[in-house]
């Protein structure tokens, strides 16, 4: 199973993924979905946001057990941010039906969609949909970086963006969601642990920072005549990591876009995305609060305009204690718990149904990119302990 997906949407270049929500490798991953589905006889189905469904009993009863993750990628991505969850998800079902078990409420793997945000520029897309966390006027404001919409890329991969929207009696049917991972850092494997049950996801937030300049000749334009965005960029930067010292945050600028971007013309526009996180609200407010007035500063003293535009936030998530609980009971009370910084469909769900989440150890510790890593050992006691999950809350 492991190795019919792998090669989808990765680049030869770099040996990283480029699984970009409705995109050619997102279509072939979606096909990939589908065939795992029908293989195993399961009542297959695409809602009206895209994501991808893989029933077994009556999806109509509620109170159903579902798993599963996300396949696309972020550039560059690792092999099993995402897909580990999809792929664990089908062979504990594997493992349950051969240990013999039987399902005593309904089931179901599912596949979210867009859950990086790479393309569009908002995480969880496909989760947040289905929750009412974006309304469908959002969804239709996104766009890519070539001005394509979200409906007219859906679309043009051949599914019909019209319905598009919360979708509560889908919802209604969940009795619990269980999300196996990659771990997205080093704590596991400092403490000798395969799997790790997760207690919290850090608040966390995007942030626009538009700095706008003027653009001249890079060769005849004096110092002193230039009103250089930049250079206010290349401050805040600075800023950023000087005040997720101080906040004890995380905060990155991780992409930037420049107008008009030539190499000897000072730019007009210099477009900047901030990631900041933090393992608590006063944290990040802190952080972000401390970047933007530094920005201000400096961009008043060289005669910079500054917007800044918050783009997404996802309070902190603490998972519901009763299944977490129920989680360690059946996995053993010795199974490590840990917050992540990482955001995760689970994180959307569990507003709205009792939400769990599974961790892999991640020998490398690093994660968006082609070093993530789990070990083949790892990722088989991840099966094992999903289909123990899966059997204590489904197979009573
Ligand atoms: O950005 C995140 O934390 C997640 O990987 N989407
Ligand atoms: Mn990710
Ligand atoms: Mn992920
Ligand atoms: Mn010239």
Request: with cysteine; aromatic share 6%.
């Amino acid at each position: 199973m492991w190795r019919s997906l792998r090669p989808i949407g990765r680049s030869a270049a770099s040996g990283g993924y480029r699984r970009y929500a409705w995109t050619g490798a997102d279509a072939d991953c979606r096909l990939w979905f589908r065939m795992q589905a029908e293989a195993r006889r399961l009542d297959y189905e695409v809602d009206r946001n895209g994501n991808q469904w893989a029933w077994l009993g009556d999806r109509e009863a509620g109170d159903a057990v579902v798993t599963g993750s996300h396949l696309d990628s972020v550039p560059d991505g690792g092999a099993f941010d995402g897909p580990l969850g999809v792929v664990s998800a089908f062979a504990a079902l594997d493992e349950l039906r051969s240990r013999g078990v039987r399902f005593a409420r309904p089931f179901a793997v599912v596949n979210f969609a867009d859950e990086e945000g790479a393309r569009f520029g908002l995480a969880c897309v496909g989760s947040r949909l289905v929750s009412g966390q974006l309304t469908r006027e959002q969804a239709y404001a996104l766009h890519d970086a070539d001005g394509t919409s979200l409906p007219e890329a859906m679309e043009a991969a051949g599914h019909d963006p019209a319905g598009i929207g919360p979708d509560p009696e889908r919802l209604a049917r969940i009795g619990a969601f269980v999300e196996l991972h990659v771990e997205q850092g080093r704590a596991l494997d400092l403490s000798g642990d395969a799997i790790g049950i997760a207690s919290a996801i850090w608040p966390h937030g995007r942030w626009r920072y538009d700095f706008a300049g003027e653009a001249n000749h890079a060769g005849t334009t004096r110092l002193v005549d230039r009103r250089d965005p930049m250079l206010t960029y290349a401050e805040t930067v600075l800023a950023a990591r000087r005040e997720a010292e101080l906040a004890g945050a995380v905060a990155t600028f991780g992409k930037i876009a420049v107008e008009p971007n030539g190499v000897n013309a000072i730019p007009s526009l210099v477009r900047g995305w901030l990631d900041a996180r933090a393992a608590d609200q006063a944290g990040l407010d802190a952080v972000v609060a401390g970047i933007e007035t530094a920005a201000r500063d400096h961009a008043a003293r060289q005669g910079i305009d500054l917007t800044v535009v918050r783009e997404s936030f996802t309070p902190v998530v603490e998972f519901a204690h009763t299944l977490r609980d129920e989680l360690a009971g059946i996995l053993g009370e010795k199974t490590p718990v840990l917050g992540t910084g990482a955001g995760h469909d689970a994180g959307i769900l569990s507003a709205h149904v009792p939400t769990a989440m599974l961790f892999v150890r991640n020998p490398t510790g690093v994660s968006h990119s082609p070093a993530e890593a789990a070990a083949e050992d790892d990722c088989v006691a991840g099966v094992r302990a999903l289909a123990d999950v899966l059997e204590g809350l489904a197979c009573r």
